[in-house]
């Protein structure tokens, strides 16, 4: 492992991150769901990287994260490879989201706010994606 209070400073603001989303989800806050639902996914990856290395200072790091597994691969179980698999792509899909969440979308009638972009769907999404991650997170990083 490469640094574990690095890892646990990432995963606790990952816990944090989720909570917040739990809670302004549970309010109708969506806008503000999806975006602590982003930084959670973004921030469980992050844990899982700086087992290894130091995580690139990007919203997707889904490329470091993959190629860590596969140099790794050997000191992950088979069951939880596949769930890091699941989390480098949830990082890929919900990385967008962090400006999107904040600025809104450019589409073709023009600019859709933020409000109008983050969607129950969405953050119901996002939310189900932060969850996962971050359980994975932590029960990848609490086994090495």
């Not at 816990?15 to 302004?24: I, K």
């Not at 973004?42 to 994260?65: N, T, Y």
């Not at 400006?99 to 969405?122: F, H, I, N, Q």
């Amino acid at each position: 492992m490469k640094n574990s209070l690095e890892t646990q400073r990432w995963l606790k603001d990952a816990e944090a991150c989720l909570s917040t989303a739990q809670t302004v989800f549970s309010l109708g806050d969506y806008r503000a769901a999806v975006q602590n639902a982003q930084l959670c996914i973004e921030l469980s990856a992050k844990a899982v990287i700086a087992c290894f290395a130091e995580p690139v200072w990007r919203h997707d790091p889904s490329k470091q994260l993959l190629k860590l597994i596969e140099e790794h691969g050997s000191e992950i179980e088979e069951g939880l490879s596949e769930r890091l698999h699941g989390l480098a792509n949830d990082v890929q899909e919900a990385a967008p989201w962090h400006g999107w969440s904040v600025y809104g979308r450019l589409e073709p009638k023009g600019w859709m706010p933020a409000v109008d972009l983050c969607t129950e769907e969405t953050a119901r999404d996002l939310l189900k994606k932060a969850t996962q991650g971050f359980q994975t997170a932590s029960e990848f990083c609490s086994k090495l």
